[in-house]
């Protein structure tokens, strides 16, 4: 196998994929090595549909092998630290060099930030979207609930799709309302941020979906602990006179977003943010390259970039890296601009859907000829049907 690279991937999924597929479909000359140990691809996207029961959880996940382009060299192995000073980085079973570097491993879940999450987990009415294991026990959840208090939580953290932590809550409470259950339900949404969505004209509708479902919001609310065999959730929040207090909330079911951050093998490396605990790649927000070292890119979960992180964001992200690197190999100045276009596709029941898309300064940046700002069936279909067929077919082909 061979240790020098022209590109190295670092990460065979959304990004990685779809930057090496593009490369490709642009220069099949080129000699680019994907290194990931992972031996199945996920379309993680539709795990808020698994959760509410209507998306097999099986079609999301794909033999890695079957998505690397033919071409690409996949090195199945697992990246440990970079050395970016002499473009050279290591893995559990070697030492890899490149001329360029392209760094999108994705986000790490940091479960065990929560006190007694990582066992309570996938059990007794503690679940998560988050994870393609327990994405499936969520709809177990909401079959099995009779009524009571469930619980809905977000962390403060930049997380993965930042609307799915509140989109299951919004279609469970469509589920409970559909079984006649919803008088019996106390809906409670806990976020430690101070706002539901950071873009107001989709936020004013969320609100609506919010009250219709009799849901309660708690802003400034971060959870720190789950006592699985009292079925008590602790947060960490402020009382009247702005003193941190711990609140206690009972559940009968409880969906938990883990807190997120760089994974730690970038957090600790000379590639990450200065000074961020969370540890990004530190990229320029319109160009994708490494504000230190030229040969390097980054986009997706990964990166710094200021936007909302989601595939959506990748489908803009990949062809400006493709564009600026194939700059640099040809000795041409980049000139691929990334404006921080991303989307949520805000579940808000069944067959009900906002689909939200915008931009770095949070304006809406709407691609279809329809009121997007209001719950669409259309738009559902496109969530359900349209997209998932794009990823595989379109997306992870370099064709879209
Ligand atoms: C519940 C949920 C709902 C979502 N909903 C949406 C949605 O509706 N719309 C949307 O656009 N997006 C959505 N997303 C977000 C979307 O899935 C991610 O933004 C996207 O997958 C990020 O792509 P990525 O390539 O950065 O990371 P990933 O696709 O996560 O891939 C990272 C890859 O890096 C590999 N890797 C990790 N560590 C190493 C290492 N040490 N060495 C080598 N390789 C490594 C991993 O094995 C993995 O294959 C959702 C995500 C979740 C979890």
Redesign the pocket.
Known sequence: MATHHQILI???????ISVAAQLLRADSKLKIGI????ET??Y??A??LVGGGVFNVNKTARP?ASVIPTGAQWIK????TFDPENNTLT?DAGQYSYDYLVV????QLDWNKIKGLPEALGKNGVTS??SFKT?PYTFECLKNFKGGNAVFTDPGTPV??G??PHKIMYMAGDYLRMNGLLPKSNLQYFTARSFLFAVPEYNKTLLEVVERIGAKLNFFHDLVEIRADEKIAVFNTKNEAGEPVLKEQPYDFIHVCPPQSA?D?VKTSPLAMKGDPLGWVDVNKDSLRHNTYRNVYS????SSLPTS??????RKQAPVVVANLLDDIRNKAPQGVYDGYT???LVTGYGKLVMAEFDYDKKPAMSFPIDQTKEQWSMYQV?RRLLPWMYWNMILKGKA
Not at 10 to 16: C, E, K, L, P
């Open positions: 670092v990460g065979a999924g959304n990004a990685g290194i990931d140990p992972s691809h996920y993680q996207p795990w808020t890695q192995e697992s990246v440990q893995t999108c491993p994705g986000i979207n988050y994405a993965k799709c609307g799915a994974p093998f986009l997706g979960d990964a992180k989601t595939g959506a964001a990748i989307a949520c596709p969530k």
